[in-house]
């Protein structure tokens, strides 16, 4: 097959089909980032009960962290003398911190915003801001906060925290659900609680790995911070 002619360095032609490399471009994306945000809620919502508010169509990155309902504003800047209005916007103040939680028992790497961060100072911990009962609580989760939560209610200590609540209000006791709602064996949650555990600790790895990095390019830059938010008895 002969390749176009009156190609130059100017105006080149297409080119020749025979001379195009065939092999695709190496990514160290993970296959589960690698997708768009659509499908990857998706992913890994999978099996989770539907979140009520539904995931945020406007500021999409908010929907795999805690943002607490903050998103990009828009507005104008102002000069004093002439009053000539430039368009600018805002973002919103976030930050990677990894937090502790007392029902997992170790720290978890979360995206969040500052007023995030200081209403779970406010409250006693990651834990109780996930537990949240109000219904502005629960819409300001999002769908992150969302996945985080039904991981934090399947631990021991929140179970039997529910258990005693119902012996209160002097409702039966219930087993164990699946992310539905309906009661299945406990070996079917462990799987469930086994797999999202994986991908915390992928999440973690990947994190380090780029504290390391950035270290090495910044050697003042120092570690994260690691915020320890168990409750002072």
């Known amino acids: 097959m002969a390749c176009p002619k009156g190609a130059s360095f100017f105006h080149p032609q297409p080119t020749c089909a025979s001379l195009v490399p065939l092999f695709r471009a190496f990514s160290t994306t993970r296959s589960s980032l690698a997708k768009s945000s659509v499908s990857r809620l998706e992913h890994l919502h999978r099996d989770v009960p539907e979140y009520p508010y539904g995931p945020s169509q406007w500021y999409k990155q908010s929907n795999f962290g805690l943002y607490g309902g903050s998103h990009i504003q828009f507005g104008n800047t102002i000069s004093e003398k002439f009053e000539n209005k430039s368009r600018r916007k805002w973002r919103p103040n976030i930050r990677t911190i990894r937090l502790y939680s007392a029902a997992l028992g170790r720290k978890i790497r979360v995206?969040?915003?500052?007023?995030?961060?200081?209403?779970?100072?406010?409250?006693?911990?990651?834990?109780?801001?996930?537990?949240?009962?109000?219904?502005?609580?629960?819409?300001?989760?999002?769908?992150?906060?969302?996945?985080?939560?039904?991981?934090?209610?399947?631990?021991?200590?929140?179970?039997?925290?529910?258990a005693e609540q119902r012996v209160k209000l002097g409702l039966p006791p219930k087993g164990p659900t699946d992310m539905e709602g309906k009661e299945v064996e406990e070996a079917t949650v462990q799987a469930q609680i086994a797999e999202y555990d994986q991908g915390l600790d992928e999440s973690e790895r990947i994190g380090a790995e780029e504290d390391a990095e950035e270290a090495l390019r910044d050697p003042l830059r120092g570690e994260d911070p690691v915020r320890d938010t168990r409750q002072v008895l």
Do not use: H, N
């Open 111 to 162: 995206k969040l915003s500052a007023r995030v961060l200081r209403t779970t100072d406010k409250v006693g911990g990651l834990d109780e801001y996930l537990l949240g009962e109000k219904p502005a609580r629960i819409k300001e989760l999002g769908m992150g906060g969302w996945l985080l939560r039904w991981r934090i209610m399947q631990t021991p200590s929140v179970r039997a925290r529910f």
